[in-house]
């Protein structure tokens, strides 16, 4: 069998599957950014925190009112979804006329106040989120011992972005939503409630967040400072993908987790830097971002 | 002069003798209070010194210690600014604690430069009281060294042979590694193959996937806190234990432990130099903690801080003064005796000796309640836990 530059082929693949796993985050985290951003012009800094959010009320659900996993997927992002849509109404929503970084501003503070609280009541080390019976154990897939929930989690993620993605691009409703965005006084002339569409979409974008943090819960640390860490990373690849393309941020996130995956076969120890420097490569080239239009 | 004047002379040094013994003392606690090392030292951390403070009765005894805290977010840098301001500006004689062995290093040599004094519980480094060793600086709870010898020396003993390191990439985790590793080889192992991983990480299954492909016996984690915490949970997700992989958490903490739960820890086996349930005194200790923390147990790290500070206290008490050559003298030369290490001894290259112990992770059967994890393996004498005077390379050993 081959080596490509030392590694076995099986590594490989098997490291190609992880990053697309982890790329599904990615894309799922960058969409809801993408949508809030591209179609609400909103630099939602608390996304990381609501994602952390999601993970949080997954694990409360389960503990205080036995809400197993599946129920979980289907209210926790309505729940979380609805404190976005309080949130747009009583703050940013006052924020618009201004410019954008003071809705940055704003987010960022409201991620930190709600990482503070859930850093006080929880604690750092983590709390245990069991991964639903019907998707424990793995399959053998020969080059690499695939959990069924990491399989599961790709797939979910594939289905919500396309989804997603069809809806806004493809649907009527979809179309009203950017035509708003584009010249908000001629669509709400027509008698469509702009205000209410742009709150709404603000609270799907959140809902998109909890969903993938209740999709994290199992495998990853169930704790306060995990929305922290991947913002920056989330952030970065909304930035290449374009500001505006919903397309563009589900494959990059897709494509940069692979490339992150790659890097931690053959320099691990760069992982964390690499898409970084990707993005800074990215914006010397195409400033806009590989999907997106310059305005 | 004249019989009066002598009189009001007499009593004012009279007045003045009573109370000679009035020193103010300025301690800062700097540790990680919001990042992956928060639940191991963090508050704890100063409730450890409030009560070694209180314990000791300080005040009565006229020296006046006033306790200010700060989170170094695990960030060398950040730590070197904190450390500087606190020295220069806000007048503190001695800084506590500091985990994430980085840090503690640049607050070693900040405090060399500034002649204070430095008492650590938090950091593994072997460097601390080795080749970056400095006159005020202690090294009080456990190192890698201590780690390595303890579980690294049992895991090669009951056959697990080859080595796989997944190493956080700082200080710690390069240290821990180096020690394992050496005793790993002493003792008839071998190490295969290892991997860095970026500090701190979430992800690890893809570290986790070039360890299974190792084929080692065992894959040593040499990292900490969070992030030992999500490589256990995710190789237990990627079947690692269950296909026979051995894991060794080179350094677990019993809040890494609450957090795991006993169905994933169970069977780890680990180095510690504390635990709650050791016998009377740890109990009766941690009863008092816990009852400040809101019910959780503490750490070595937690207790270290106690044991540091009641010890420096006696060295100021016994000095008259907070002056560094002075207290430390004092504390090298003494033995230290507290509720939570027992007795123990500080050396002139600063490294702390006390026992260390062997412990492994109940089940869930065993364990009677939370908090009821470790069972005693076996308990490593004091003189044979730590590196040696002569290894270590510290300049201040003849």
């Known amino acids: 069998m081959f080596e490509l530059l030392g590694i076995p082929p099986q590594a490989l693949f098997g490291q190609l599957l992880l990053g697309l796993i982890n790329g599904s985050f990615y894309a799922l985290l960058s969409l809801g950014l993408a949508v809030i951003f591209g179609l609400l012009n909103i630099i939602n800094f608390s996304h990381g925190a609501q994602y952390m959010m999601g993970a949080f009320v997954a694990w409360m659900g389960l503990t205080y009112l036995g809400i197993p996993y599946w129920g979980a997927l289907v209210v926790v992002p309505l729940v979380v979804g609805a404190t976005g849509v309080v949130i747009e109404r009583l703050m940013i929503s006052r924020l618009y006329h201004l410019d954008h970084l003071y809705g940055l501003l704003l987010t960022f503070g409201l991620a930190l106040i709600i990482q503070g609280l859930f850093r006080n009541g929880f604690g750092v080390s983590g709390l245990p989120y069991s991964i639903p019976p019907q998707l424990s154990g793995g399959t053998n897939l020969g080059f690499m011992f695939l959990p069924n929930y990491r399989g599961w989690v790709v797939v979910a993620s594939l289905l919500v972005c396309f989804g997603t993605w069809f809806a806004i691009e493809r649907t009527r409703l979809g179309a009203y939503l950017r035509a708003a965005t584009e010249n908000p006084t001629l669509v709400g002339a027509f008698g469509i409630n702009v205000p209410r569409m742009i709150t709404l979409t603000y609270g799907f974008g959140v809902a998109l967040a909890a969903f993938a943090g209740v999709l994290a819960a199992p495998i990853y640390s169930v704790n306060p400072n995990m929305g922290a860490d991947l913002i920056i990373v989330v952030f970065a690849v909304v930035v290449i993908g374009g500001m505006g393309s919903i397309l563009g941020a589900i494959l990059t996130g897709f494509g940069l987790g692979i490339v992150e995956g790659l890097t931690k076969v053959f320099y691990p120890e760069a992982s964390s830097v690499a898409i970084f420097v990707i993005m800074a490569i990215v914006l010397l080239v195409k400033p806009a971002g590989l999907f997106g239009r310059t305005a | ?398």
């Open chain 2, 1 to 398: 002069m004249n019989f009066k004047t002598a009189t009001l002379a007499g009593l004012a040094a009279m007045l003045m003798a009573g109370s000679a013994m009035a020193v103010d003392v300025k301690l800062g606690v700097l540790n990680d209070r919001s990042g992956i090392y928060a639940d191991l030292s963090g508050e704890g951390s100063v409730v450890a010194a409030r009560m070694a403070i209180e314990d000791f009765d300080a005040a009565a005894k006229g020296i006046n210690v006033e306790v200010i805290s700060a989170d170094h977010q695990n960030k060398p840098d950040v730590a070197s600014t904190i450390a500087r301001q606190w020295y220069d500006q806000e007048g503190v004689d001695v800084i506590v604690d500091v985990p994430t062995s980085s840090a503690a290093l640049a607050v070693s040599e900040i405090t060399r430069e500034k002649g204070k004094i430095f008492l650590n519980s938090g950091a593994a480094s072997t460097d601390l009281t080795g080749a970056q060793c400095a006159p005020g600086t202690a090294h009080w709870t456990y190192d890698t060294y201590a780690l390595a010898n303890g579980t690294g020396r049992a895991m090669v003993e009951s056959g697990y042979k080859n080595w796989y390191f997944l190493t956080a990439d700082y200080a710690f985790g390069h240290s821990l590694e180096a020690n394992t590793s050496k005793v790993v080889e002493e003792t008839g192992g071998s190490v295969v193959g290892s991997v860095r991983h970026p500090f701190p990480g979430t992800d690890f299954s893809s570290f986790l996937l070039q360890a299974q492909a190792s084929g080692a016996d065992v894959i040593g984690l040499a990292n900490a806190g969070g992030d030992t915490v999500n490589s256990i949970k995710q190789a237990a997700e990627f079947g690692i234990t269950q296909a026979g992989q051995a894991l060794a958490g080179l350094l677990i903490f019993i809040t890494d432990v609450h957090a795991l739960g006993l169905e994933t820890a169970q069977g780890l086996v680990l180095t510690e130099a504390f635990y709650w349930d050791l016998n009377d005194d740890t109990r009766e200790w941690s009863a008092r903690f816990s009852e400040e923390m809101g019910g959780s147990k503490p750490t070595m790290v937690h207790a270290g801080v106690y044991s540091a500070v009641t010890h420096y206290l006696k060295g100021v008490e016994a000095a008259d003064s907070k002056e560094t050559e002075a207290v430390m003298d004092w504390m090298k030369s003494n033995p230290s005796q507290d509720q939570v290490f027992g007795e123990g001894s500080l050396r002139e290259d600063g490294r702390h000796l006390h026992d260390m112990y062997l412990f492994q992770v109940k089940s869930p059967a065993e364990s009677t309640g939370d908090w009821d994890y470790y069972k005693l393996l076996s308990t490593i004498p004091a003189e044979v836990a730590f590196m040696p005077l002569e290894d270590g390379g510290c300049a201040l050993v003849e």
